[in-house]
T-cell receptor, first 112, second 114 residues
Framework: RKEVEQDPGPFNVPEGATVAFNCTYSNSASQSFFWYRQDCRKEPKLLMSVYSSGNEDGRFTAQLNRASQYISLLIRDSKLSDSATYLCVVNRRSGGYQKVTFGTGTKLQVIP | DGGITQSPKYLFRKEGQNVTLSCEQNLNHDAMYWYRQDPGQGLRLIYYSQIVNDFQKGDIAEGYSVSREKKESFPLTVTSAQKNPTAFYLC?????????????FGPGTRLTVL
């Protein structure tokens, strides 16, 4: 089983729709969580960190469920510019080092 | 401006040649990472370093080598032993202190081996 799993999509949604992605992780010792956005042929960029209490940034809401070991990203009022691949990232300590694991990403296409 | 630079953006090499990819950061970050991304796939960790003169193998280190002689620099050498080197290579850095250590990425180098 992969340490971090995401539905690859693509999720094709109309402008203005609400869309949600989940990401599951297998190691219960995971400590911190992030969502990154990657545009085609570009580097990933941090979208938001995911805190235990959940957090919101404008149209984006991230949630963490430690009991079920998943994080989620909700995008409201989708814009064409939201079209990208969304990567889930999970950090944990391993042997004194920080181990960072990326999911393979979920592709979102917002259509007019 | 603080950030991470990678050079070159595109690189072409003949099969059997070693090639070194540059990564420099002026963010004063302790940790640096190299990833490889293949079309339609996620990022796979090649090597990472949390302090100068120390580095650890990631999930796909075979055929690659790194050095960390300076805090700012973490070059990656793709050797002739790497069987399928054509890929998009991304360098990242992050501070170490604290759990929420987001990674900042450079623009990447697209390596094509002919």
């Amino acid at each position: 089983r992969k340490e971090v799993e995401q539905d690859p999509g693509p999720f094709n949604v109309p402008e203005g729709a609400t869309v949600a992605f989940n990401c599951t992780y297998s190691n219960s010792a995971s400590q911190s969580f992030f969502w990154y956005r990657q545009d085609c042929r570009k580097e990933p960029k941090l979208l938001m960190s995911v805190y235990s209490s959940g957090n919101e940034d404008g149209r984006f809401t991230a949630q963490l469920n430690r009991a079920s070991q998943y994080i989620s990203l909700l995008i409201r009022d989708s814009k064409l510019s939201d079209s990208a691949t969304y990567l889930c990232v999970v950090n944990r300590r391993s042997g004194g080092y920080q181990k960072v694991t990326f999911g393979t990403g979920t592709k979102l296409q917002v259509i007019p | 401006d603080g950030g991470i630079t990678q050079s070159p953006k595109y690189l072409f090499r003949k099969e059997g040649q070693n090639v070194t990819l540059s990564c420099e950061q002026n963010l004063n970050h302790d940790a640096m990472y190299w990833y490889r991304q293949d079309p339609g796939q996620g990022l796979r960790l090649i090597y990472y370093s949390q302090i100068v003169n120390d580095f650890q193998k990631g999930d796909i280190a075979e055929g690659y080598s790194v050095s960390r002689e300076k805090k700012e620099s973490f070059p990656l050498t793709v050797t002739s032993a790497q069987k399928n080197p054509t890929a998009f290579y991304l360098c990242a850095s992050s501070p170490i202190a604290g759990d929420y250590n987001e990674q900042f990425f450079g623009p990447g180098t697209r390596l094509t081996v002919l």
